[in-house]
Structure formats: structure tokens, C-alpha cells
């Protein structure tokens, strides 16, 4: 059974800092492509941050400078960095594994900054 388990996400004030993990479990997980995303009341789910098998890194042009994805392919987990932290970043995140048509996704972990 293939699960994908968030943690980390909580209140904060701006100009704060959180770190969000996602464990993985039921997947090769160093083969994965690993993201973030996030969605907030009445917007889209958006791609927040994503990596590679290999390690390459892209982020949205919103977070970029303040977040960063890393991976721990021995502990089949997936991290999000976030610094400098804004209203606007409030929002249910999300951890989403992919590699060819396999395509899975995490509960969500809510993240809240306060002004």
C-alpha cells in the first residue's frame, strides 16, 4: 500500500519558519520525482517546489529565495524549507510522488501565517 504522510505544517507568525516532511512508504521512492504543492480557499492547486531522481530542483517564482526541497532517498522522505514566511503562503500543502503513469499524493498538512 503506497502512502505519502506530511507533517511539519502548523501557525506561524510572518517572517517565520517551518519544515514540512513527507514520508513515503510502498514506493521506490529514490526513483520518484518528488513535489510540493499547495492550494488555497478558492484558488487551484499550484506546484510549490519540485525534485528530481537526480536532484535537480525547480520552485515557483513566488517561493523562490525562501523555500527549498531536498530529499533523503535513505529515510524515503521529501523536505520543504520554508523561510521568510508570508500571509500569502497560507494554504494546505500537499506532497505528490510521480514517475511514469504512477501518480500519488499525501493528505495535505495545513500551514497558516499570521500578519
Known amino acids: 500500500q503506497v502512502q505519502l504522510v506530511e507533517s511539519g505544517g502548523g501557525l506561524v507568525q510572518a517572517g517565520g519558519s517551518l519544515r514540512l516532511s513527507c514520508a513515503a512508504s510502498?514506493?521506490?521512492?529514490?526513483?520518484?520525482?518528488m513535489g510540493w504543492y499547495r492550494q488555497a480557499p478558492g484558488n487551484e492547486r499550484e506546484l510549490v517546489a519540485g525534485?528530481?531522481?537526480?536532484?535537480?530542483?525547480n520552485y515557483a517564482d513566488s517561493v523562490k529565495g525562501r523555500f527549498t526541497i531536498s530529499r533523503d532517498n535513505a529515510k524515503n522522505t521529501v523536505y520543504l524549507q520554508m523561510n521568510s514566511l508570508k500571509p500569502e503562503d497560507t494554504a494546505v500543502y500537499y506532497c505528490?510522488?510521480?514517475?511514469?503513469?504512477?501518480?500519488?499524493w499525501g493528505q495535505g498538512t495545513q500551514v497558516t501565517v499570521s500578519s
Open positions: 505528490r510522488g510521480t514517475l511514469a503513469i504512477n501518480n500519488y
Open positions: 510502498g514506493i521506490a521512492f529514490r526513483f520518484y520525482t
Open positions: 525534485i528530481t531522481s537526480g536532484g535537480n530542483t
